[in-house]
């Protein structure tokens, strides 16, 4: 069998060079690109030097090249923008149209620039020879476990338009919960935010000018106004730098949540933070629903999809959000690796209500598991919906509550004097 000298590009666009025993040059090539290499100059060992590759060859590779590396320097797309891809390429491939032509269509019309490269990358990779779901591995960042594993179920079964429709469905699922927790916190953030700056205000520009008027009178000031001039009067201090001390504050205030960001990143910080999480008295209910619906349905999006149960378990758990329902799904892995239920680790984590463990039963007990998860999901969406409604129904009184006591108290600490002051001169 001949050899053939190469010179070939690899993923990242470096330059490689060496031999390869093969039949063909077809098969040499073939070969390479197995390797994930993709030559730019081949010719046989004795009948004259590497360069008899074809320019469009070249050119070939080199946009390979050029758009793999792209896919993994790290960039990424809205989650909206890729549930709008996956549901179109879902269509067309329904439709009739074979994988590639779906990838050529939906790459020419794709305005996102970095989408548009991606798929680019990946018509290249499926031309090659690749399958859908290691072409969509080769990103990454873009195409998380739970998306690969579901194509490549997908390919493995024939029904691929069925599995990218229900991932459509369960990113569109996905994200509009996610929409309404952060719509929910918006207006609290916004009032949050409004009272800060009144507050900030009234410190720097309204207090003072009062504070300089009462400092002529010999009459001592009431309680409420002495604080809140003290207040005002540390905002305005300048101990360091010259730089008052309110702007110190948001300093601290900033620094404190860089640290805390920094300390979830640790994995005992992040076990102690999620804990947390799902221990406060009305925020730890919400995002508890949210980690079981979130556990339900992509469990019960994958099996129903074809994947292995314990493959399943492994990406349900790395795509859980929260490290405590992934420890306890860890468990539940681990027992069913042993041949065990999965009722007994979920009872026994104290994550999972007992609604949900008592329907998971049924749901082994009946072999209709995955659609039992996939009704725990759906009943968990509308609780989650519920309970962030009467959040949000609860939050907004309060808020505007908080905001009207807090420049409540301050214009009667600043008026109380005044109307001592008045009293005083009335009496005389």
Not at 115 to 140: M, N, R, W
Not at 233 to 243: K, M, S, W, Y
Not at 299 to 321: F, K, M, Y
Request: hydrophobic residues 45%; charged residues 20%; contains cysteine.
């Amino acid at each position: 069998m001949p050899n053939f000298h190469y010179t070939a590009l690899d993923a990242k666009g470096e330059q490689a060079n060496g031999q390869v025993a093969a039949a063909t040059e077809a098969e040499a090539v073939q070969k390479l690109r197995a390797q994930g290499l993709y030559p730019t100059h081949i010719a046989e060992e004795g009948k004259g030097k590497p360069g008899i590759a074809s320019k469009s060859m070249v050119k070939k590779a080199k946009a390979k090249s050029i758009n793999i590396s792209f896919g993994k320097g790290g960039s990424t797309v809205k989650p909206k923008v890729l549930m709008v891809f996956t549901r179109q390429l879902a269509t067309l491939i329904d439709s009739g149209l074979p994988l590639l032509r779906s990838l050529t269509v939906l790459g020419k019309q794709e305005p996102n620039p970095v989408l548009k490269s991606t798929i680019s990358s990946l018509a290249d990779s499926v031309q090659g020879g690749s399958t859908f779901s290691e072409s969509l591995a080769q990103h990454p960042k873009m195409f998380n476990k739970l998306f690969v594993n579901m194509v490549k179920a997908g390919e493995l079964g024939g029904v691929l338009e069925v599995v990218l429709n229900r991932l459509a469905e369960y990113q569109e699922k996905a994200q509009k919960l996610k929409n309404k927790i952060v719509s929910a916190m918006v207006y609290p953030a916004i009032v949050m935010f409004i009272a800060v700056a009144i507050l900030v205000f009234l410190m720097i520009f309204i207090v003072p000018k009062f504070k300089e008027m009462f400092s002529e009178t010999d009459s001592e000031l009431p309680l409420i106004s002495q604080i809140v001039f003290g207040f005002s009067e540390f905002c305005l201090g300048r101990p360091i730098a010259g730089i008052p001390n309110v702007v110190w504050v948001f300093v601290a205030l900033g620094g404190l949540i860089v640290a805390l960001n920094a300390f979830g990143k640790t994995k005992g910080g992040r076990h102690l933070i999620d804990n947390f999480k799902l221990r406060l008295p009305i925020l730890g209910d919400v995002t508890r629903k949210s980690a079981v619906s979130r556990f339900a349905r992509t469990l019960g999006t994958l099996v129903t999809s074809g994947v292995p149960i314990l493959q399943a378990l492994n990406i349900t758990r790395d795509t859980a959000g929260n490290v405590i329902v992934s420890d306890a799904i860890a468990k539940v892995h681990e027992a069913v690796k042993e041949g065990e239920s999965i009722v007994t680790p979920l009872s026994s984590s104290g994550v999972f209500p007992s609604m949900v463990i008592s329907m998971v039963d049924v749901g082994e007990e009946t072999g209709q598991l995955p659609e039992m998860l996939l009704k725990i999901a759906d009943v968990y969406d509308d609780e989650v919906d519920n309970a962030v409604t009467a959040l949000t129904s609860i939050l907004e009184p309060m808020m505007i509550v908080l905001l009207a006591l807090v420049v409540g108290s301050i214009v009667f600490a600043l008026f109380l004097p005044l109307i001592k002051m008045i009293s005083e001169m009335s009496d005389q």
